[in-house]
């Protein structure tokens, strides 16, 4: 890792689930066979899940696997949600999950 985003992820800042998914998968990707089998089992992991994530094979979010796994590599995590009402009923909710992330070297 390069200083420039070293530095660039010591600070706090809001990621979206797309992003904090994109910033996992890099830190994943980033551990050989061995390592990453280590790390899950340390963990508590299923190995199996946080593979199919870090290849994006998963079909749902799993916005509270994405907050352990950060927490387990070190970040500073804090998770919040919006939700705003754009008309009536269900239909009519969004709920939007965002992440305030900072990386603890």
Known sequence: MDDQKR????????YSYQ????????????????DLTKFCAEQGFTYNTVVSLKNGKLAFEVPTLILQL??????DIRMTTD???????????????????????
């Open 7 to 14: 530095e660039e992820l010591k600070k706090y800042r809001s």
């Open 19 to 34: 992003e904090a998914l994109a910033l996992v998968q890099d830190e994943l990707a980033g551990m050989d066979y061995g």
């Open 70 to 75: 950060l927490a387990a590599m070190d970040f």
């Open 83 to 105: 939700t705003r009402s754009v008309g009536k009923g269900k239909e009519g909710i969004i709920k939007t999950n965002s992440f305030v992330i900072r990386k603890v070297f």
